[in-house]
């Protein structure tokens, strides 16, 4: 399967290469050297981890209640990225059929829709590309692949692995990561376990080993099942993983 074909592969233990969201950030980092974490990889998610994904979808709702239609964040982006997105990033969909269709059932008429697919093929788009990382993420990421550590990026994502590498690059990340699956390659999105399963075979260590960084509270609750132990950044209250992090830097410190 191409999802588990690695893109890049480390050699000699070197490779080769802002949320939107209201949060609870205590920090449960580690107090004593024997309470740090001891992983030989970690894997990242990439949305809302490495970099803010929440512009568009706010985008979205404002134009959607400027129309009329009422709706809030939480309800309104979390249905569209669970009942249909998550179907886009398995290959199983179309994006603008599902757009379409969620728009459609959210109550919007045919001229609403028309209105936003117009706004959004320019404003989606635009953010995509001026994506910016989080604060901290490009120094920790580069210490903790000099470390030698492996690294990997998990992209729920409509396009292949090798668009989410462009991305990556864009936001200073180039070949920072051994590997980086998609999860159109594999047709499986989190918290699918194929995802988690995928991941460890590419990083081929055994999960206890391996850490994932990760905001979404399904995907960390999915990862913990996996056996991964699991990190907490940039997520809501109530997210239950092994560490919760205030900034993305803390990793330095709970991974030394």
């Known amino acids: 399967m191409d999802a588990l074909r690695p893109l890049f592969h480390c050699q000699s233990g070197v490779a080769p290469f802002r949320g ?3 949060l609870s950030r205590a920090s449960t980092l580690p107090a004593s050297p024997q309470s740090r974490l001891a992983v030989d990889a970690i894997l990242f ?8 994904a929440t512009d568009w979808p706010r985008t979205l709702v404002r134009l959607v209640n400027h129309l009329g239609v009422a ?8 249905r569209w990225e669970r009942d249909f997105l998550a179907e886009v990033h398995r290959g199983r969909r179309e994006y603008d059929e599902a757009f379409q269709s969620f728009l459609l059932s959210s109550g919007l008429s045919w001229a609403q829709i028309d209105e936003i697919e117009a706004a959004s093929r320019i404003q989606r788009s635009h953010f995509q590309r001026e994506a910016r990382p989080l604060s901290g993420v490009v120094r ?49 999105a989190q918290p699918d376990p194929a995802c ?17 960084v990760g905001h979404d509270a399904v995907h960390l609750s999915a990862a913990q099942d996996a056996g991964f132990r699991t990190i907490a950044f940039n997520h809501r209250s109530g997210a239950n993983a092994d560490f919760h992090l205030a900034a993305f830097d803390d990793l330095l410190s709970l991974l030394a």
Not at 71 to 78: I, L, M, T
Not at 196 to 212: C, G, I, T
Request: contains cysteine; negative net charge; proline residues 4%.
């Open 20 to 22: 939107g969201r209201e």
């Open 45 to 52: 998610d990439t949305a809302d981890v490495l970099y803010d």
């Open 140 to 188: 920790t990421i580069a210490l903790l692949r000099d470390s030698g550590l492996r690294l990997a990026a998990w992209a729920d994502s409509p396009y292949p692995a090798a668009i989410s590498i462009e991305r990556l690059a864009r936001l200073g990340l180039q070949g920072m990561f051994c590997e980086v699956l998609s999860s159109f390659d594999l047709e499986a």
């Open 71 to 78: 709706v809030g964040y939480d309800g309104f982006v979390g």
């Open 196 to 212: 988690y399963r995928a991941a460890l075979a590419a990083l081929q260590r055994p999960a206890d080993r391996v850490a994932y």
